[in-house]
């Protein structure tokens, strides 16, 4: 400070800082002055920044103040300031020497009254309804009988003996606990996170995905129950894939997750009930039904029994219904042996007749008869006939053989007589006729070169005369090119 407040120098009457001094005691002015502070006002301009910092203003109607929340210490806010809410916020004060500027930084963040916090409270359901969250249609239908239960909820309250006695008394289940804190700052973030929690778990591991989860919580001020108030807790109710059940406060409470929740219970033994039916209840509701299935089993059993009786009685007896067909039975036993006896007369007689037919000296004419086409048929296949039959047929082979050949030459010497007056044409109208006559052909590369321009432009040539072709390198000579214009010298 003896340097800071040196004595001026001669004909001078204000001492001399720089501008880190200056600031810098401007800085401690401020900090030591003020201290730790509250401040009262409406919130204005909300931005955070990619670090994790909270920049924001608080207003009156004459004044900004300008605030920070550093990233550390956004999460022990027990209200996020957002632009519009009337809040107290404490902190110290400090300045800024890079941009001239002082502003507050905010360790903690109430709101200032309970309208506000009945503000903030319906702005917030209007987000959230906008967005669907609380539609009937999306809501979950709770299990009849769950085999395990999630109770987040703080463990040391009454509210989990509340619940843990309502279910032994109706129906023992199997509950799984996740202990939390039911209000102050803490208690928004722990039960999102519990509530992600349970649905984490894997169905049928060492630790059991609970079929129904229950948050619960006794009865307070608005206050006390604010932290089930907070969007975190909304969302992340309504993201669960467990049918969840809402048990915060007591009747005439009302908080965000009862509007999320798949089902809302006014306190939490009442939730309690919902969970799981009465056992007793089940038991005697079991046997009634099985009474009843005995008892309508029974009656059909009976009735089905009168039915088989009366129509029983509508049938003929047995003996009436043998009585015919036994008869027909008797009157075609009788019959049969005649039957048996006139057909066995009748197949003799046709024998009898198809046996005259057949005599032995008609046989012997016919065997006879047959002998004789058979030496017929043999004389005619004599060794000396099949040669001469052969030899015939070799001779008209031959002669047939010479009569093609004859005709194939025939064709031969014509289509030999065509050929001739073709080349003989095909020379009179090529270029080889006129090749004789002293004309040439130039190619380059394979192709006829037909201009100037193109042999001036091509590589090696080749012309072919009358009697060879001839390889000529390079282009052709300068004075066959296209004369270039006269040179009319130099002026210096």
């Not at 204005?44 to 109607?61: E, N, T």
């Not at 969250?133 to 239908?141: N, S, T």
Request: hydrophobic content about 40%; glycine content about 8%.
């Amino acid at each position: 400070m003896s340097d800071l407040f040196e004595d001026p120098q001669p004909g001078q009457n204000t001492p001399e800082f720089t501008v880190s001094e200056i600031s810098g005691e401007i800085k401690r002015t401020l900090e030591g002055t003020f201290g730790r502070i509250k401040v009262r006002g409406e919130v204005g301009r909300v931005f955070k920044a990619r670090s994790g910092h909270l920049y924001y203003d608080v207003k009156d109607d004459r004044n900004v103040l300008a605030c920070t929340t550093w990233k550390g210490q956004v999460s022990g806010l027990s209200v996020v300031p957002e632009e519009g809410l009337e809040v107290i916020v404490t902190g110290r004060l400090t300045s800024f020497g890079a941009q001239s500027k002082y502003n507050m930084n905010v360790e903690e963040v109430t709101v200032a009254g309970q309208g506000a916090l009945m503000a903030l409270l319906e702005k917030r359901k209007v987000l959230l309804q906008s967005e669907g969250l609380f539609d009937v249609a999306r809501k979950q239908k709770l299990p009849f009988l769950p085999q395990v239960i999630g109770v987040v909820t703080s463990p040391s309250g009454a509210v989990i003996r509340d619940i843990l006695h309502r279910l032994r008394d109706r129906f023992p289940r199997k509950v799984l606990i996740w202990p939390v804190a039911v209000q102050g700052k803490a208690c928004a973030p722990e039960v999102a996170r519990a509530i992600a929690g349970f649905n984490a778990l894997t169905p049928g591991g060492a630790i059991p995905r609970p079929d129904l989860l229950i948050v619960a919580r006794g009865g307070g001020s608005v206050e006390d129950l604010w932290g089930f108030n907070e969007e975190v807790v909304a969302r992340a109710a309504a993201a669960s894939a467990i049918p969840l059940i809402s048990a915060v406060g007591h009747e005439s409470d009302t908080t965000l997750i009862d509007f999320v929740s798949d089902q809302r219970a006014p306190t939490p033994t009442a939730a309690a009930e919902l969970a799981v039916p009465v056992r007793l209840e089940l038991i005697a509701w079991s046997e009634d039904q099985a009474a009843r299935l005995i008892r309508a089993a029974s009656l059909a059993i009976t009735s089905r029994r009168q039915r088989l009786s009366d129509l029983a009685r509508a049938l003929p007896r047995a003996d009436t219904l043998y009585e015919a067909p036994r008869q027909r039975l008797d009157l075609i036993a009788e019959r049969l042996p005649n039957a048996l006896q006139r057909g066995t007369q009748t197949r003799a007689i046709k024998l009898a007749n198809s046996t005259a037919r057949l005599r032995p000296r008609l046989l012997s004419q016919l065997i006879a008869a047959k002998r004789d086409r058979l030496a017929a048929r043999a004389a005619g296949l004599h060794p000396r006939q099949l040669q001469r039959d052969i030899t015939q047929r070799h001779k008209a082979l031959e002669a047939l053989a010479r009569r093609l050949d004859n005709a194939g030459k025939q064709c031969l010497s014509g289509w030999r007589t065509q050929v001739d007056a073709t080349g003989r044409l095909l020379s009179t109208l090529g270029y080889g006729a006129t090749l004789e006559r002293g004309y040439a052909v130039v190619r380059s590369q394979g192709q006829v070169v037909v201009s100037k321009s193109q042999a001036a432009k091509a590589g090696p040539l080749e012309i072919q005369f009358a009697d060879g072709r001839l390889q000529v390198a390079g282009r052709l000579p300068k004075k066959l090119a296209k004369p270039s214009a006269p040179d009319q010298g130099r002026l210096f």
